[in-house]
DNA sequence: TTGTTATTTGGCATAATAACCAAATATGTA
DNA sequence: TACATATTTGGTTATTATGCCAAATAACAA
């Protein structure tokens, strides 16, 4: 593998990781519905503001996500909304472990 | 949230963790080809192998592939093809990327 | 100015990952 | 049986990720 390869796999994966932690994932599937302030999902889930703030800048450096300064608050967008196509696939994943798991029981 | 959905959510997400390390992506694009023995990945990339074993056995518990001992080879295959769908839309978030920081340098 | 709200940032403790080496296991061969 | 090959597993260490708290910053209101 040539090293422009391999920073290309870098890159790609830092894309998935950034989608790889399930309240980010909530995050970003919260965001397809529209944006949201940080004062929203602060409401939402029972996690410290602060941590609910770095989760964010994750996604914005990974590129998914962007924020757009009002006022007081701060709201963020899906920047590329296709990361969603994902998870069709990811519940077909869990659908065929389900599925094994259950033919073990039989 | 209730503790259902956090559940859910803890399960995509350990999907998604499960590509997001280069060389597992790459191991993932490789098997889009076709079933490859752990030997051939061990002579491609130059990493030791018991990493190369670990990284597959990521994969195969987050049931991304499974695994066929035929003598003293195993042989590895995707189960669930589409998660290379998700490739096209990691570039264009890439490509999402590259394009803003080249407007910065404008 | 002072205070209040919204968000980010820095620091720290803890947990999870990753990579290597060595040892164990499994299979086939001499 | 003894040996070689292919792969997995256990152990160790270094790096990275996570989450909380406290402090800093920004915007607005009194």
């Known amino acids: ?3 422009k390869e391999k920073n290309l796999y870098e890159a790609k994966a830092k894309v998935l990781k950034a989608l790889a932690h399930p309240t980010r994932l909530w ?3 919260q965001l397809s519905v529209g944006e949201m302030c940080v004062c929203e999902f602060v409401d939402q889930i029972d ?3 602060s941590t609910i703030s770095k989760h ?3 996604l914005k450096q ?3 996500v962007e924020d757009d300064k009002r006022g007081k ?3 963020y967008k899906l920047k590329v909304p296709c990361v ?3 998870m069709s696939c990811v519940e077909a994943v869990l659908a ?3 599925k094994e798991q259950a033919e073990l029981l039989k």
């Open 1 to 3: 593998m040539t090293s």
């Open 27 to 29: 995050m970003a599937e």
């Open 47 to 49: 996690v410290d503001f």
């Open 56 to 58: 964010l800048s994750v």
């Open 62 to 64: 990974a590129g998914i």
């Open 73 to 75: 608050q701060v709201w």
């Open 84 to 86: 969603l196509n994902f």
């Open 96 to 98: 065929s472990n389900a």
